[in-house]
Nanobody, 120 residues
């Protein structure tokens, strides 16, 4: 069974930086699309950034130029680097990974979520 474990997150002051990561475990043959969502208190969950299997990235307007998604297929990790953080970036961040297992079954799994709080 493919699983994700998120790490990182925490409390940071406005203008600061933080990195959250997602480690993929289990019988993974390929990692295709990877995404990061977030959900702030009282708000709908939103897509923050996505990366296709070819490395094409997209970002929401609210984080463009400040956040960077990256992946290491060999290490089976996905990382979200967040710079110039603002209080409105405060949310629980969720990693999503899609791909195929070693028996070529599709998987689409979510991390458990990690809290990011931007506050002075």
């Amino acid at each position: 069974q493919v699983q994700l474990v998120e790490s990182g997150g925490g409390l940071v002051q406005p203008g600061g930086s933080l990195t959250v990561s997602c480690a993929v475990s289990g019988p993974v043959f390929s990692i295709n699309e990877v995404n990061w969502d977030r959900q702030a208190p009282g708000k709908q969950r939103e897509l923050v950034t996505a990366m296709t299997s070819r490395g094409v990235t997209s970002y929401s307007d609210s984080v463009k130029g400040r956040f960077t998604i990256s992946r290491d297929n060999a290490k089976k990790t996905v990382t979200l680097q967040m710079n110039s953080l603002k209080p409105e970036d405060t949310a629980v961040y969720y990693c999503n990974v899609q791909g195929f297992t070693r028996i070529l079954e599709e998987y689409n799994v979510w991390g458990q979520g990690t809290q990011v709080t931007v506050s002075s």
